[in-house]
């Protein structure tokens, strides 16, 4: 993920002096708190930062590339049990249908002896 300059400057600033609130931030980078929202929610939905009501922000101390590493962890955990889920289901319906295709051939081979 690449960060803006603004968002690079916030996380410098939330790693000097956090916790710190959105309006000491906004003070130090001479904006306003609503500009800065958008900033922060990327920042925190990434997980460079965290924060914590009437505390404020803090830097969680992931790099961009622990952050990816631990994206592609929680895709490849989830990838397994839904492959799992899914084998057994399909499992389950194909030993159906074999179980019902070779009662199928039984009377069919059966119903041929019959006939000859």
């Known amino acids: 993920m690449e960060l803006s300059n603004r968002q690079e400057k916030i996380i410098e600033i939330v790693k000097n002096n956090g916790p710190i609130t959105g309006e000491h931030i906004a003070d130090q980078l001479n904006l306003t708190r609503a500009t800065l929202r958008p900033d922060l929610a990327i920042l925190t939905m990434a997980g460079f930062l965290d924060a914590r009501p009437r505390v404020g922000y803090f ?27 899914l084998y057994k289901k ?3 319906y194909t030993m159906l249908f074999l179980r019902c295709f070779w009662r199928m051939w039984e009377h069919y081979s059966l119903l041929m002896k019959i006939r000859a």
């Open 59 to 85: 830097y969680t101390g992931k790099t961009g590339s622990e952050l990816l590493t631990e994206k592609i962890k929680n895709i490849r955990f989830m990838n397994t049990n839904l492959f799992q889920l």
């Open 90 to 92: 399909v499992h389950r």
